[in-house]
């Protein structure tokens, strides 16, 4: 092997490592955000369950069997 083909392999190696990275970059952006979402919806679970609220109750709504 050359230098030339050396190099050649290294600069290919080299770009599948950058495309790599970028990919990895977006999956954490969007596990970072999924996070977040998940944790604010947490965090109104629990107020909710705090405050002993569980949301609005249905008036006297018949069972869907009758």
Request: hydrophobic share 30%.
């Amino acid at each position: 092997m050359n230098d030339h083909e050396r190099l050649t392999r290294l600069e290919e190696r080299y770009a599948h490592l950058q495309r790599h990275q970028a990919e990895q970059d977006k999956v954490m952006l969007e596990l970072a955000d999924e996070l977040a979402k998940l944790r604010k919806e947490l965090a109104a679970l629990r107020t909710r369950q705090a405050t002993g609220s569980e949301g609005p109750e249905p008036a006297d709504e018949r069972p869907p069997h009758y």
